[in-house]
């Protein structure tokens, strides 16, 4: 693929919507271990594990920081070797926020909280250092880290807008969330929630009977604070309005 910004949001895109991966991760004679995880994401974009103690993928990345995480479009239809999938190659390391990550975490996957205070879990971010992008037959593209995260200070300082911007929309603007899922990410019809904020993007899951959908949408450009965020995502769900009154 020749367009670099356009497979960069396909890749950040696939790591933000699929709920699940395979890990891979190196046993004791040097040999790759793959394995099924759940996943959620960073505030910067990495992805994010829980994993338990006893698992052998956490033994090794316990020995050995390095691993691979593919993630593969949830589409079924048609022929499963053009589903998009993205191979992030990286390290991993136990993640310093606890809390924050549990609440991205949990976000994600409610479910989750059963276990995820157990004292033999624990949160794991997965630090890519490349990737290799397969959008469909013959669309390739490797991808540096810097084409999947969030600058670090961005990030930085949206933390703490996390939590309460997630909480705001959900709680007063599901209608804009519902333009945004539906009309820009081109998702299914019903009612969504945010399960995430970034300086890149909103995530958001289709809640009610039947399976979980997710969707993505990212803003026009990044941002770093509770305002511009505020901005941003206004000007999506006018971009979104707009969009149904042309249609």
Known sequence: MNDLPFAARMARNLIHVCRDGALATLDTS????????????????????????????????????????LFVSPDVDGDTNTRAR???VGDVAPVDDVDAARMRFLRRHPDAAMYAGFADFGFWRFTPRSAHLVAGFGRITD?????????????AALASSDEGA?????????????????????APEGEWQSVGIDPLGIDM???????QTSARVEYDEPVGDGMALRKALVALTKRARASLQTA
């Open 205 to 211: 899951v289709r809640t009610g009977p039947g399976p």
């Open 143 to 155: 991808l540096a880290a810097d084409d999947l995260l969030a600058p670090a200070g961005m990030a």
């Open 166 to 186: 997630v909480s705001h929309m959900n709680s007063d603007h599901a209608d804009a969330l519902k333009l945004m899922a539906e009309v820009l990410a081109e």
């Open 30 to 69: 040097g040999h790759p271990h793959a394995s099924h995880v759940a996943t959620a994401t960073m505030i910067d974009g990495a992805p994010l594990l829980l994993v338990s103690a006893l698992a052998v993928h956490t033994q090794n990345m316990q020995r050995d920081a390095r691993a691979s995480l």
């Open 86 to 88: 993205v191979s992030l």
